[in-house]
Every structure is written in structure tokens, then in C-alpha cells.
């Protein structure tokens, strides 16, 4: 499976961007898919996850900001996120899992892609 996501960007705090997270190769209708990030001097975090029965997590850094949606028609997953602050800025990753459940440990995901940028300005 390759993931390419896009929608990455520069924003003013408080404002919105939606990432995208194509997916080819394989079928990932059947496999949870997430959301990580990595920001400088950081190890890669935890943003969100949806499972292929349509579970949704959210860490309580993005609960109420980002929104987590799939659409298994185009194997796209998208990443909503609102409200931004300067401390969302860092590479988002896209991911699928070995299942369909989730979880919040990177080493239980398959398939990663190679990121997108996202800068967030105060």
C-alpha cells in the first residue's frame, strides 16, 4: 500500500487547514487508518485514528479541533483540523494498520506515508 498525503501548509494561529491521505495498491477499506505527527526534536505522536468500523480516538491535545473522516470509495482518509495553534506545527503522517482496530502505538501501523508539512504562525 502507498499513501501520498497533501494539504499541508502555512497558517495563522487559529485557522484551518484539511490534509488528504491518498491510498493505492491495496484495499484499506478493511484496516483502521491514522493520523501521526512529528514536530523538531520530538518523537512521532499520537494525532488520531479511525477504525474500518468507523471508531474514532482523539488525544485530548486535538478532542474538539481536528475531525478524522474516511472515504473507503476513494481510499482517502482527511484530516480536518481547526483552531490551530503554533504547537500543531510539524510533518503529519497518514497511516495504515495491520487491522481493522486501532491503536496509539506506531509500531502496530503497516503502511506510512511520507508526510506533509504543516506550519502554523502566531
Known amino acids: 500500500v502507498q499513501l501520498v498525503e497533501s494539504g499541508g501548509g502555512l497558517v495563522q494561529a487559529g485557522g484551518s487547514l484539511r490534509l488528504s491521505c491518498a491510498a493505492s495498491?491495496?484495499?484499506?477499506?478493511?484496516?483502521?487508518m491514522a493520523w501521526f505527527r512529528r514536530s523538531p526534536g520530538n518523537q512521532r505522536e499520537f494525532v488520531t485514528a479511525?477504525?474500518?468500523?468507523?471508531?474514532?480516538d482523539y488525544p485530548s491535545s486535538v478532542r474538539g479541533r481536528f475531525s478524522i473522516s474516511r472515504d473507503n470509495d476513494k481510499s482517502t482518509l482527511y484530516l480536518q483540523m481547526n483552531s490551530l495553534k503554533p504547537e500543531d506545527t510539524a510533518v503529519y503522517y497518514c497511516?495504515?494498520?495491520?487491522?481493522?482496530?486501532?491503536?496509539?502505538?506506531?509500531?502496530?501501523?503497516?503502511?506510512w506515508g511520507q508526510g506533509t508539512q504543516v506550519t502554523v504562525s502566531s
Open positions: 479511525i477504525t474500518a468500523g468507523g471508531m474514532i
Open positions: 497511516a495504515v494498520g495491520r487491522s481493522g482496530n486501532s491503536v496509539r502505538n506506531e509500531a502496530a501501523w503497516s503502511y
Open positions: 495498491g491495496g484495499t484499506v477499506s478493511s484496516r483502521a
